[in-house]
């Protein structure tokens, strides 16, 4: 059984920087078999988005426009962890963030629901 524990989220200054971890369980990071991990946010009053994805196959990593250039997903293997490095934050950045594992390397950003497995969520905040 996959399990994923996001942790990191808490309140944060506009322009300020903050790092997710994802914490897998049940399988590794390193398998030879081809999975995708995704981070999705749902903010107040919207709809849940993907907004990163990282495939195993190649390592190829993904973001919608609004992250681009803010957020880096990135891996550690020895630890398996995936993590979201968020820059420049704004207040548009408030929301649940979620990760969340998809056997097979197809990563889809944006509304998806097709995920096997999801975290719990961490709440992270841009606040003044």
């Known amino acids: 059984q996959v399990q994923l524990v996001e942790s990191g989220g808490g309140l944060v200054q506009p322009g300020g920087p903050l790092r997710l971890s994802c914490a897998a369980s049940?399988?590794?990071?390193?398998?030879?078999?081809?999975?995708?991990i995704g981070w999705f946010r749902q903010a107040p009053g919207k709809e849940r988005e993907g907004i990163s994805c990282?495939?195993?196959?190649?390592?190829?990593?993904y973001y919608i426009d609004s992250v681009k250039g803010r957020f880096t997903i990135s891996r550690d293997n020895a630890k398996n962890t995936v993590y979201l490095q968020m820059n420049n934050l704004s207040f548009e950045d408030t929301a649940v963030y979620y990760c969340?594992?998809?056997?097979?390397?197809?990563?889809?950003?944006?509304?998806?629901?097709?995920?096997?497995?999801w975290g719990k969520g961490a709440l992270v905040t841009v606040s003044s």
């Open positions: 969340a594992f998809q056997s097979g390397d197809l990563c889809v950003l944006g509304h998806y629901d097709g995920m096997d497995y």
């Open positions: 049940g399988f590794s990071l390193d398998s030879p078999d081809y999975y995708a």
């Open positions: 990282i495939s195993s196959s190649d390592g190829s990593t």
